[in-house]
């Protein structure tokens, strides 16, 4: 297309020859196609010729003046390429590809240094350091209960062979206190997602607690130092407080803490509840993964308190859940339920029950 451009830009008699000859060569394929006898130049004896030489023809006009011009013409290889160029001017056809004004040459002089360009994207700091150890601990400095001494367990260790995972660690010494970035490459994660087995296969509360012997990950999860990941990402990112923003808390029991969330991405209030304490064997977490595998299976009811999701972080087990804007606290414990509350409390307990059978008598049917 530059091309096109600066032809255009060219001598202006020569471009005018140019169209001439062109017009010219127009009529004469068209006239040869009505008269089938070829049509010559400088031919007087045809019949044709001679009935077009006894009037002042514009044609033999156009025929002298293309024959000048032939003669400064380069070549007829060009012939074919001038037409195509030409005739688009012709026919008034507009050029979309080459916008008017805007020859990218203009002002651009290859000589010139110091043209600015944008710069390079920053690289990490990738310091060559020390391949995590099985016994290493690691301080999540983003954690949401981070005191500067918590213990803070990374990821499962790796579950097939740590040769080929990149895992980098890059220590940076904190006046006062000791703190490790650790930065695991974005595949490792995703393989570890894709062969780390989810922790719970069946929901025991959904199928016979016979079927829960078999365990198609038996292998896989001897190769695991954890159960189940300890810290949700590897990035170091907290899921509790990227995915939410917390609010308030709104309640406290003997096992965890309930805050009030605002989900970041939805835009809706939630209940988050977590574990006050960490859950550092297999055992402690598997109990309590019962909550939420019963809230699962219950599924939505009116009277049930609604279950979104759950994971472990920090070693602690987060329960998104439906916010309510009532609860039988402990706390009100102090106050006397009227009877309509105890009716109404009630009677939500005998629908949770009825909810309960039929999911079960569903299941075994
Ligand atoms: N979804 C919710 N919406 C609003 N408040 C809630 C919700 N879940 C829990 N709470 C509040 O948090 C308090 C503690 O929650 P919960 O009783 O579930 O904790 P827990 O430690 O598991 O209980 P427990 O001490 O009985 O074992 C509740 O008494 C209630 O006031």
């Known amino acids: 297309m530059k091309r096109k451009t600066l032809k255009r830009s060219g001598n202006g008699k020569r471009r005018s020859r140019e169209m001439e000859g062109t017009l010219a060569r127009r009529l004469q394929v068209q006239l040869g196609q009505i008269s089938v006898a070829p049509f010559h130049h400088h031919q007087t004896s045809s019949s044709t010729s001679s009935s077009l030489s006894n009037a002042p023809s514009l044609f033999q006009k156009l025929l002298e003046q293309e024959a000048a011009a032939e003669a400064n013409l380069p070549s007829d290889a060009d012939a074919d390429e001038k037409d195509f160029i030409l005739s688009q001017d012709f026919f008034c056809t507009p050029d979309y590809i080459t916008p008017d004004n805007q020859n990218l040459l203009n002002g651009f002089d290859c000589n010139k240094e110091n043209i600015p360009c944008p710069k390079s994207p920053d690289k990490l700091n990738t310091v060559r350091s020390k391949r995590r150890r099985p016994d290493s601990i690691l301080v999540n400095p983003l954690s949401p209960s981070f005191s500067g001494h918590q213990q803070v367990v990374e990821l499962a260790n790796d579950t097939f062979g740590t040769d080929t995972d990149e895992v980098k660690l890059e220590k940076a010494a904190v006046p006062g206190t000791q703190k490790i970035h650790n930065y ?182």
């Open 184 to 365: 695991v490459s974005q595949s490792a994660v995703a393989l570890r997602c894709r062969v780390m087995p989810p922790p719970c296969i069946k929901n025991p509360y959904l199928m016979g607690n016979s079927e829960m012997d078999l365990d198609p990950f038996g292998n896989q999860r001897s190769k695991c130092a954890g159960f189940f990941p300890a810290l949700i990402g590897g990035d170091g990112l907290s899921r509790y407080h990227t995915d939410f923003h917390e609010i308030k808390q709104i309640g406290m029991g003997n096992f965890s803490c309930v805050f009030k969330v605002l989900k970041r991405i939805d835009g809706c209030l939630y209940a988050v509840k977590h574990s006050t304490r960490q859950l550092h064997q297999d055992a402690e977490r598997r109990k309590a993964l019962m909550e939420v595998q019963a809230l699962a299976a219950l599924g939505s009811h009116e009277n049930i308190v609604g279950y979104y999701s759950s994971w472990f972080e920090n070693e602690q087990l987060y329960i998104q859940m439906e916010l309510c804007d009532q609860s039988l606290s402990i706390s009100r414990s102090s106050q006397l339920f009227t009877e309509g509350e105890v009716l109404q409390v009630l009677h939500q307990v005998m629908f949770f029950l009825e909810h309960f059978v039929y999911s079960q008598l569903k299941l075994l049917s």
